[in-house]
């Protein structure tokens, strides 16, 4: 009896070893998800992964892992698997509003804001007065230009805090947008009269000064924002264009150096101090950078202009007729595209009875390359569309006096006495009216 006992306790003890062991194993092995948060403070991502993923192996439906195993993925750059990780968080927990906003970051920040608007206006739904939801909604609004409704959601946000320019500038900005200038300056100077060391705002309302074409203003601001921040190449850039808009190429020149020294080489940037040198009697200095322009853009014409000029100045012959030889090439087939495309445009509006407009446009074409054929074209115009005949005679005149030096054919020549006896006729006609 006592080893039946015993034996039914030995074996208690074995069944409750079998099932309590497993369970002392898998404590031992799972780890503290407090720890996860101190190694992704610490920076040490990959650990991070690999916890997360040894998790997971066993609870496939934690989102919370996911989301952690998607900051340390992000935080490596490795934006697809993160990605990957915040939408397995977010289809597991779709109430958590973390999850969800991580997955409309993601979105946007891939340029795909019609799959972040949705999930930014179901959050803005629950919690209409948290910021980075509204400022992600916002920035989609604007790209759609659908300014009021992004200016409603700025609106609330200044209400509960008017004091906070990061709103004004919101508003402002909206309103430029709109074309509202007025009351955008109005918003931008509410908002410097907060912080006026904004550079942005600064920025922002130098522009409107520039098209209200208020440029000294805005070259004014500009400077003012230089001050506060030296290092904004973007100021230097800004300020230039309004000089050189104004004609004052040295000031223009001295910052579109400063542009350069940055490391900036850009053609317009190379050709504008090319320009400024050259204005300001520096011819040397003005060929070495509109070298450098001509470099990038052979086709540009001005700099292959202003380098013959600087090469004559200098004495350089040789090069100054190079470049003048240079522009000819350049612009003539242009020219002569031009001037089709004149009587290519006059054919079409005498088609369709725009007499006085086509003719217009026979004369320009004209201008690159007089041709007896248009010259006939507009007399006959004056002649029978127009009832025009002082300037139908003088057409004619035109067109005869062209050809009286041609060795025409008899079918020519007879063309020719057609014309001389219309034009007799006009004369005529002309002397009866008088």
């Not at 034996?7 to 996860?36: E, G, H, Y």
């Not at 698997?81 to 946007?108: D, Q, R, W």
């Not at 009832?387 to 007879?414: F, Q, V, W």
Request: hydrophobic share 40%; charged share 25%; glycine share 2%.
């Amino acid at each position: 009896m006592n080893k039946l006992v015993e034996m039914k306790r030995i074996t208690l003890a074995i069944l409750l070893a079998i099932i309590v062991l497993p369970f002392s194993i898998f404590a031992q092995v799972k780890p503290d998800n407090s720890k996860i948060d101190i190694m992704l403070i610490r920076g040490d991502y990959k650990e991070v992964i690999d916890t997360c993923q040894m998790i997971l192996s066993s609870d496939t439906l934690n989102s919370e892992i996911y989301y952690k195993m998607g900051l340390a993925y992000q935080n490596l750059i490795i934006d697809d698997k993160s990605f990957e990780c915040f939408l397995h968080a977010a289809k597991i927990s779709p109430g958590n509003n973390t999850y969800s906003f991580m997955v409309a970051k993601t979105y946007y920040n891939k340029g795909k804001p019609n799959l972040a608007k949705p999930i930014l206006q179901k959050l803005c739904a629950v919690d209409s007065m948290n910021w980075v939801y509204a400022y992600y909604l916002t920035s989609i609004l604007m790209q759609e230009t659908r300014y009021d409704e992004s200016l409603e959601i700025y609106n609330r946000f200044y209400e509960q805090d008017t004091l906070n320019y990061i709103f004004l500038d919101k508003i402002g900005f909206a309103y430029l947008r709109k074309g509202n200038f007025d009351t955008s300056i109005d918003y931008f100077n509410r908002s410097l009269a907060i912080n006026n060391r904004n550079v942005t705002t600064l920025k922002n309302i130098a522009y409107l000064w520039a098209v209200t074409y208020k440029i000294d203003t805005a070259i004014q601001i500009l400077t003012r924002a230089i001050e506060l921040d030296p290092a904004d190449i973007d100021l230097y850039v800004r300020r230039a264009s309004m000089n050189y808009s104004k004609n004052y190429t040295k000031r223009a020149l001295d910052d579109y150096l400063k542009v350069l020294g940055s490391g900036d080489s850009s053609f317009l940037y190379l050709k504008r101090v090319g320009v400024g040198y050259t204005n300001n009697f520096q011819p040397k200095e003005a060929v070495e950078f509109l070298l450098k322009a001509y470099s990038k853009d052979s086709s540009d014409y001005e700099v292959s202009n202003y380098l013959a000029q600087n090469y004559q100045k200098l004495k350089d012959l040789k090069n100054s007729a190079y470049y003048y030889r240079h522009i000819i090439k350049t612009i003539n087939p242009v020219m002569q595209q031009l001037r089709m495309t004149y009587y290519l445009l006059a054919e079409v509006l005498k088609s369709d009875g725009l007499y006085k407009e086509a003719i217009t446009y026979y004369l320009q074409g004209q201008e690159f390359n007089s041709e007896s054929n248009i010259t006939l074209i507009v007399a006959n115009l004056y002649d029978e569309k127009l009832k025009d005949i002082p300037k139908a005679i003088h057409y004619y005149e035109l067109y005869l006096e062209n050809t009286k030096n041609l060795k025409l054919n008899n079918r020519s020549a007879e063309y020719v006495d057609s014309i001389k006896k219309r034009l007799d006729y006009l004369k005529n006609q002309k002397t009866v009216s008088i």
